[in-house]
């Protein structure tokens, strides 16, 4: 096997643009778009590269095609199948059963961080810090006793999705009555369990990683930037905060690098990440987003695999603190799946 693959095929789904969409105002030109910009810049870095879209249940026909006309390296960036974000795990785990080399993390650690609770479990079993929760599975778990016996505020978030999908500012729940009724608006409205966790009240901060074992490498460290928020208004990445740029949430939640940071605190960023890294099994490239509490702990409030990488997105400004331009940074994340594959550090 040569030190670089030759021909990559960039995967994507195309389902979003009627069942995902739908009422939701994405534009559903931008997972194309991000899969053609990867394409684009594996093609500067030197490689053989196209993409291919996975549209609704075409997975076993994908699968043929690849097969007939085998790639070097999938370059995965499927995010759903036939409308559904849990659907995902199949792809990896079909890719293996075949033998077809693909970049990311596989079935298991998407499982992980699409099932929000067991990444609780999966954090909590490694000693990694992380905020206590519950899991909302219906109103029948809404017990007054037990809502009032909560240290409050607690902070809710859909079980199975990702992109800040669902939240907004009545998520930061104050008192038992206000998240009993905002976990039943989402409920009824995402048809979906609920995921509460206490609140911790801080700085965030954003982890890019990048690499396998030994040879993880932590891109420099961002955090978002709250100062331009409204006082009436939480400190938090609403859904609006990354997609409506007439919103105040977006001019509220600005991404900049780390400042202001002690050595002890950031090597304790760093070292709670690497260890969420490795209790969810992250591989080739993730991020880890952290609440720092006023005593200077960091707590792990997500685990993203196969985060994502377009071009405006956070991984690429931590990249280019890093000196990495778009093209390099695709390269990066190719070869390093790619020295994987051979069984070879990466």
Not at 129 to 136: D, N, V, Y
Not at 260 to 265: D, M, N
Request: aromatic share 6%; net charge negative.
């Amino acid at each position: 096997m040569s030190d670089r693959p030759r021909r990559i095929v960039v995967l994507y789904n195309t389902d979003y643009d009627a069942e995902l969409t739908a009422g939701t105002g994405t534009d559903v030109s931008a997972v194309a778009a991000s899969a053609q910009s990867v394409r684009d810049a594996l093609t500067a870095a030197g490689f053989e590269a196209e993409c291919a879209g996975l549209h609704g249940l075409e997975l076993f026909d994908l699968v043929a095609r690849l097969r007939a006309n085998r790639p070097d390296l999938v370059f995965n960036l499927c995010e759903s199948m036939a409308g559904d974000a849990r659907n995902e795990v199949a792809l990896p785990a079909v890719f293996d059963l075949y033998g077809l080399p693909y970049t990311g993390s596989d079935a298991l650690a998407l499982a992980l961080a699409l099932f929000k609770n067991r990444t609780k479990d999966a954090l909590r079993g490694r000693g990694v810090a992380t905020p206590e929760h519950r899991l909302l599975r219906s109103p029948a778990d809404l017990d007054p006793a037990v809502l009032a016996g909560l240290d409050y505020p607690w902070f809710l978030k859909l079980a199975h999705e990702d992109a800040s999908v669902g939240i907004e500012a009545d998520n930061v729940a104050r008192d038992p009555a206000s998240l009993a009724r905002r976990a039943r608006t989402m409920m009824d409205e995402w048809k979906q369990p609920v995921l509460a966790e206490r609140y911790i009240e801080g700085r965030e901060i954003n982890v890019t990683m990048i690499g396998n074992g030994a040879n993880l490498e932590v891109l420099p460290l961002h955090e978002i930037d709250f100062s331009a928020m409204p006082p009436e208004r939480p400190r938090i990445v609403s859904y609006a905060a990354k997609w409506d740029e007439a919103h105040v949430d977006y001019a509220g939640t600005k991404p900049v690098p780390l400042r202001g940071a002690s050595p002890e605190l950031i090597a304790a960023i760093e070292r709670t990440a690497r260890a969420a890294w490795d209790a969810v099994g992250l591989r080739d490239y993730g991020r880890v987003d952290l609440r720092i509490d006023a005593a200077g702990n960091p707590w792990v409030i997500d685990v993203n695999p196969n985060c994502d990488i377009s071009p405006d997105a956070g991984v690429c400004r931590a990249a280019a603190a890093a000196g990495l331009d778009y093209p390099r940074l695709i390269e990066k994340i190719a070869l390093v799946a790619w020295k994987r594959l051979r069984g070879t550090a990466a």
